[in-house]
């Protein structure tokens, strides 16, 4: 949680402070609020053989009523800002984790499934922002407002106030305890989100699949067990979280029924025991939100570090110190590729993929590689782009080494049109488009033509603007393919 203040609320400083102010006055007021009850009581109800002044019936009725209006209205300005500062900071923690994820090389990606990549931004970003707004409340507004009450208690009757302070540290021992309970049950649930959107993830990327093997009953059963967890863990969470509230409450008695007690007994001023009164339970209203806040801090930390997890992991396909760029010939741009040796091992597999493979492909031809399946030749044409780097030997294209060339300029230089070919969730222009940005619709339909796909474009239902569903899933096969081509043919690289 240090971190995301350093790293994510730095920004925010400016609003923060402002909050700052508005807390401070907010606990101000209500500490006045309580005080004020003394001379109200003292004016409004003097007693038997005094008289009430005329004048107060009206001012303190008016004070409190303003005192009231003010605090609400700050009040609700701190909250909205608040609101706006936690919901910014969640914001730039989704930006920089969606930059890092998109930026990951492939052998990462792989490493972890695309639904728990989901549930650690919508999930977890949930619980960081709770945690960074209840940090607000509870470090500011809520110990001031204690502390200004705490003042109140004290003016009015001090040793009242400094045996009512004994009840503090017990509180917070208990609360602590209830913060551990708390982040362990967070850490588990949020795994258990994780499994819920992955195996929600690969029924729906499954579907044809699970419809076509009748998988309809094994997928619920999964689903079921994954929620059943879940729901366990959440509880357990939920159970520590509602035992903070009902155990100030008792407190929040057990002082209520101490003050009466005293003051009954001692004989107390009645004007001084209604503002004590009121300054205690106040406080307690205060303590009680108090409660809440270490169990919500400690959720957000959990939540917190599986996000710096993700923004601390290093990849794995370095990039050359001198930043050179892939150097190609004058056009038309055809470059020699070579491999020399190459070996290649996927991380955590014990048998090699490549071992001493060296072939040429000259400037200029097409090479077609032939093999049975898992012989290796995906896994070259991953190499070649840099998906994964070589474990031994090199590939070089002009005679230049790729791993010591900018994966910029070495991606800039390629196309690649695989056999099952990837489709946006966007316009056929859209997906044209990705290969040439800021490409003109002239451009977009050239390419379109080149890769025999203009015509059956023509015939969509809104041409080349006609959308084409999750993964291209409302157009065939083989026309997914054609734009795909024509996406490589935009690039011409």
């Not at 109200?40 to 107060?56: H, I, W």
């Not at 929620?227 to 008792?250: C, D, F, I, N, Q």
């Not at 209520?256 to 009164?277: E, H, K, P, Q």
């Not at 030749?377 to 994964?388: E, G, M, P, V």
Request: proline share 3%.
């Amino acid at each position: 949680m240090w971190r995301l203040a350093r790293d994510f609320m730095r920004p925010y400083g400016a609003a923060i402070a402002l909050i700052v102010v508005l807390m401070v006055v907010e606990a101000a007021l209500t500490g006045g609020l309580a005080y004020l009850l003394d001379p109200a009581v003292k004016s409004l109800f003097p007693g038997e053989g005094k008289t009430t002044d005329p004048n107060m019936l009206t001012i303190i009725p008016a004070a409190l009523f303003g005192v009231m209006t003010l605090k609400a209205a700050v009040s609700y300005f701190s909250g909205v800002s608040l609101s706006r500062v936690g919901q910014g900071v969640i914001n730039d923690l989704q930006v920089a984790m969606f930059a890092k994820v998109a930026r990951f090389d492939l052998a990462r990606l792989n490493a972890m499934h695309s639904g728990q990549f989901a549930a650690r931004f919508l999930n977890d970003a949930g619980l960081i922002r709770e945690s960074v707004t209840r940090s607000v409340q509870g470090s500011v507004r809520d110990v001031l407002t204690i502390g200004f009450l705490g003042v109140v208690m004290f003016i009015q009757d001090w040793l009242l106030a400094l045996i009512l302070c004994t009840v503090l540290p017990v509180t917070a021992l208990f609360t602590l305890n209830l913060g551990r309970k708390t982040s362990k049950a967070a850490a588990r649930s949020m795994e258990s989100t994780g499994d819920l959107a992955t195996h929600l993830s690969e029924t729906l990327d499954g579907r044809r699949v699970v419809k076509a093997y009748r998988m309809e009953d094994h997928a619920i059963a999964r689903a079921t067990h994954i929620v059943g967890e879940r729901m366990k863990h959440l509880m357990k969470g939920a159970r520590a979280r509602s035992a903070a509230t009902p155990s100030a409450e008792v407190l929040a008695g057990a002082g209520i029924a101490a003050v009466i007690f005293y003051a009954a007994y001692r004989g107390m001023d009645i004007a001084s025991f209604t503002s004590f009164l009121a300054a205690m339970m106040l406080s307690y209203q205060s303590i009680r939100t108090l409660s809440n806040f270490y169990t919500a801090l400690s959720e957000g930390s959990a939540a917190a570090a599986r996000a710096y997890a993700l923004l601390d992991a290093p990849s794995d396909i370095a990039e050359t110190a001198s930043g050179a760029a892939l150097k190609l010939r004058p056009s038309p741009q055809r470059a020699a590729i070579s491999f020399k040796k190459v070996c290649f091992e996927y991380a955590g597999v014990d048998v090699s993929a490549l071992s001493d493979v060296t072939f040429d492909v000259p400037a200029g031809k097409t090479v077609a590689l032939v093999g049975p399946s898992g012989a290796g030749k995906s896994t070259l044409l991953n190499l070649i782009l840099r998906f994964y780097d070589v474990t031994g030997g090199a590939i070089e294209i002009d005679g230049q080494d790729i791993r010591n060339v900018s994966v910029a300029s070495l991606r800039d230089a390629s196309a690649l049109v695989t056999q099952e070919p990837f489709l946006f969730d966007e316009t056929v222009a859209d997906n044209i488009g990705c290969g040439k940005p800021g490409a003109s619709r002239a451009e977009i339909e050239a390419a379109a033509r080149v890769a025999a796909a203009h015509e059956f474009i023509r015939s969509l239902p809104q041409g080349y603007e006609t959308l084409v569903g999750e993964a291209g899933v409302r157009i065939s096969g083989g026309q997914r393919q054609r734009i795909a081509i024509a996406r490589a043919m935009l690039k011409n690289p």
